[in-house]
């Protein structure tokens, strides 16, 4: 769900109305597509709700968007975001919070995100958009990062590249487990 200092409800429902109002798709049908209620949908265009990370993401991947673009508002050309700032979204079953560190500029295709997580519930996330790649790198802890039948575990310094095109997973061994996620869409 959105986090204490997380993306403004108001950019979502922006973005979630311009990016369906772009491709031509009802409230039911882009409702249908992301597996969720036409009235969740309806409250998160209207700025009301509440989205996990999982609701925004199946709704980018409908949308054929990158995730990125429904929770970044437009930011000046000289960026500082300081620890704790950024728009942050938690999981729904994992201690897990993404915070979007840079969206990816016009005519470029990534999105570098601050992961901290703790063990307990891992994050297992659906495939994202055809040809996508995460890239992880370690920063504390310890993690079991990757395709699902195929993560592997990493520490400090470690980096991992993977298709986010397929299910996979970010599981904290170790508590204040942190790492630095760059999401690379192709098309």
Known sequence: MVGNSGAPLAAIAAALQRERRRIGLSLAEVARRAGIAKSTLSQLESGTGNPSIETLWALSSALEVPFSLLVDPPRPVVQVIRAGEGPALSSESADYVATLLSASPA???RDIYLITAQPGEPRRSEPHLAGTLEHVILSTGRALVGPTDDAVEVGP?????????????????????AAVLVSEHRS
């Open 107 to 109: 005519k470029t295709r």
């Open 157 to 177: 310094g470690d980096y991992v590249l993977y298709p986010g095109d397929v299910a996979h997973v970010f599981e904290a061994l170790e508590t204040g487990t």
